[in-house]
């Protein structure tokens, strides 16, 4: 899993010079994508539609559904396993509760959380959006590069990507 860097820049031409420094920095281009509305990107590194459309959204959201539907399954098993004193399936159910709380808390903690709705202001301006994908090892790296580079960015946050799938 990468994790993706979101920079704002005010205009095509100095997104442009910063797409260039990275790739000159060894982050590959496929790892860069631009998203504007109403600016024309034919300079820069266009965004998919599954990048535009925030699928990364919609899939934390159905993990994070699923994590509660199973939350609340194993709580009703632990109600029916103690009035009927059936010590093996309280556990059973204690488990899977503790097991569903404690991936919850994990991906909630450990997997940064950034969305392009926080970004739907500066896009209707006419800003662009840069977002990078860059291993975490990489973070603190980049978005120092990036500012000794460009002033004029300003940094987003970072949210997750899977280049796998594509968003």
């Known amino acids: ?3 993706r860097l979101f920079f704002l820049f005010p205009d095509e031409k100095h997104a442009q010079r910063a797409v260039h420094n990275l790739v000159n920095n060894n982050i590959p281009k496929r790892h860069i994508h631009a998203i504007s509305h109403g600016v024309d990107l034919r300079t820069l590194p266009k965004a998919t539609y599954r990048q535009k459309s925030d699928t990364a959204f919609r899939v934390e959201y159905i993990l ?5 539907l199973i939350f609340i ?3 009703i098993a632990l109600i029916f396993a103690l009035l009927s004193a059936t010590i ?3 556990a059973v159910a204690l488990t899977v509760m503790l ?7 994990q991906f909630v903690m450990k997997v940064p959380n950034v969305h392009l709705t926080e970004f739907s202001d500066a896009l209707s301006h006419g800003e662009i959006l840069l ?3 860059v291993p975490k090892n990489q973070v603190a790296e980049i978005e120092d590069f990036v500012h ?8 987003g ?4 990507s899977i280049d796998a799938f594509g968003i």
């Open 1 to 3: 899993m990468l994790r």
């Open 64 to 68: 994070w559904q699923v994590n509660l």
């Open 73 to 75: 399954g194993a709580f």
């Open 88 to 90: 093996l399936w309280s």
């Open 99 to 105: 097991a569903t709380f404690i991936a919850g808390e």
């Open 131 to 133: 977002m990078v994908d």
């Open 148 to 155: 000794r580079r460009h002033s004029e960015a300003v940094t």
């Open 157 to 160: 946050g970072v949210g997750w």
